[in-house]
Nanobody, 123 residues
Framework: QVQLVESGGGLVQAGGSLRLSCAAS????????PGWFRQAPGKEREFVAA????????SYADSVKGRLTISRDGAAKTVYLQMFSLKPEDTAVYYC????????????????WGQGTQVTVSS
């Protein structure tokens, strides 16, 4: 079992930056490919960013390309989401996730989820 705990969310003005962290424990997190999703009020959970198993490949939703960067520390126990040029439409609860296989764009491909961290961007 892998446990994921997100942190780093908060209130920021439009154009600002935040860095989210996802700390993993239990299991062998290094064998999973990590990713980030978000869910705004009244909307479905949507894909934001994903890292490949070898951490060489990165995929992003079109809405965040060029503004968000996903990365992983050398020990592969923490995953980050660096966010720049934030917009009010980025307001959502952000979830860290881990998958062992499958298409990163499909929610059911992801095996483990964190509890989420709130990001609010004011205009």
């Amino acid at each position: 079992q892998v446990q994921l705990v997100e942190s780093g969310g908060g209130l920021v003005q439009a154009g600002g930056s935040l860095r989210l962290s996802c700390a993993a424990s239990g299991g062998t997190f290094s064998t999973y490919a990590p990713g980030w999703f978000r869910q705004a009020p009244g909307k479905e959970r949507e894909f934001v960013a994903a890292l490949s198993w070898d951490a060489r490949g990165r995929s992003y939703a079109d809405s965040v390309k060029g503004r968000l960067t996903i990365s992983r520390d050398g020990a592969a126990k923490t995953v980050y989401l660096q966010m720049f040029s934030l917009k009010p439409e980025d307001t959502a609860v952000y979830y860290c996730a881990a998958r062992s296989t499958g298409d990163y764009r499909i929610l059911t491909s992801w095996d483990y989820w964190g509890q989420g961290t709130q990001v609010t961007v004011s205009s």
